[in-house]
Nanobody, 124 residues
Framework: QVQLVESGGGLVQAGGSLRLSCAYS????????MGWFRQTPGKDREFVAA????????YYADSVKGRFNISRIIDEATVYLQMSSLKPEDTAKYYC?????????????????WGQGTQVTVSS
């Protein structure tokens, strides 16, 4: 079992920045990939960013490439999502997820455990 707790969401103006954190714990939690997804009411949860267990491989959705950065600090058992140049369309609830394996993945089904989410609202 892996526990995930997100933090760092909030209200920000367009063009601003936020950093989301995901603290994780549990057996083998450092040995798997981690991902961030987001969801708005009435829509499917969509992939945002992923990082491999080692941190050497990262993937991003096209919509956030160049604006978001995912990182992890193994010693802190934390994954971060640095979000810059935020747009109103980035408004969503953001979820941290723990993978089933070490390789990073863009697919929801490759993630086993999920946090409760943190709300990000970008005003225009």
């Amino acid at each position: 079992q892996v526990q995930l707790v997100e933090s760092g969401g909030g209200l920000v103006q367009a063009g601003g920045s936020l950093r989301l954190s995901c603290a994780y714990s549990g057996r083998t939690s450092n040995a798997v990939a981690m991902g961030w997804f987001r969801q708005t009411p009435g829509k499917d949860r969509e992939f945002v960013a992923a990082i491999s267990w080692s941190g050497k491989t990262t993937y991003y959705a096209d919509s956030v490439k160049g604006r978001f950065n995912i990182s992890r600090i193994i010693d802190e058992a934390t994954v971060y999502l640095q979000m810059s140049s935020l747009k109103p369309e980035d408004t969503a609830k953001y979820y941290c997820a723990s993978g089933r394996q070490g390789a990073a993945s863009t697919l929801r089904n490759d993630y086993k455990y999920w946090g409760q989410g943190t709300q990000v609202t970008v005003s225009s």
